[in-house]
């Protein structure tokens, strides 16, 4: 609060250290009300990416897949794994060694030959590709050859 007094042709100026109170906030529409939020949406994934050996990779390398699944009544393995794009990473070849209690199969990856003069953007693609066993799985252990 501020008050000017006039004394004898002098102005005296008192003021107060009070403070103001604070300001009321401004009172919600609807209080405690769920507030509404959109998910993020990206384009849908379609799944895996098929692929297939292409036997002439160069800087091959071996690979671990992520999941393993008996497909035609365990006759053929269908793997799926993380990878960079093509041509830059390549499916090379896969290796399967079949004995009466496990079935080791071992992926390698390189890089395409067309891909020397090429700029690789460094991003995941899922990937998958198909096995076909001499025999059928059966109670046989799938082991990933790359982890041996």
Do not use: F
């Amino acid at each position: 609060m501020t008050k000017a007094t006039l004394l004898a042709g002098s102005l005296v100026l008192a003021t107060s250290c009070a403070t103001a109170p604070p300001p009321k906030q401004a009172a919600s529409a609807t209080p405690d009300a769920p507030v509404a939020v959109s998910p993020v949406t990206t384009a849908p994934t379609k799944g895996p990416e098929p692929v297939k050996p292409t036997g002439n990779a160069i800087n091959v390398h071996k690979v671990r897949w992520t999941k393993a699944t008996p497909v035609a009544k365990g006759k053929k393995i269908q793997l799926i794994w993380s990878s960079g794009v093509a041509p830059c990473t390549v499916l090379h070849k896969v290796k399967v060694k079949e004995t009466k209690k496990r079935v080791t199969i071992t992926l390698y990856e390189g890089t395409a030959p067309k891909a020397r003069n090429v700029s690789c953007i460094m991003i995941a693609v899922e990937k998958t590709t198909t096995v076909t066993l001499k025999k059928a799985l059966g109670k046989r252990k799938i082991v990933d050859g790359s982890k041996t």
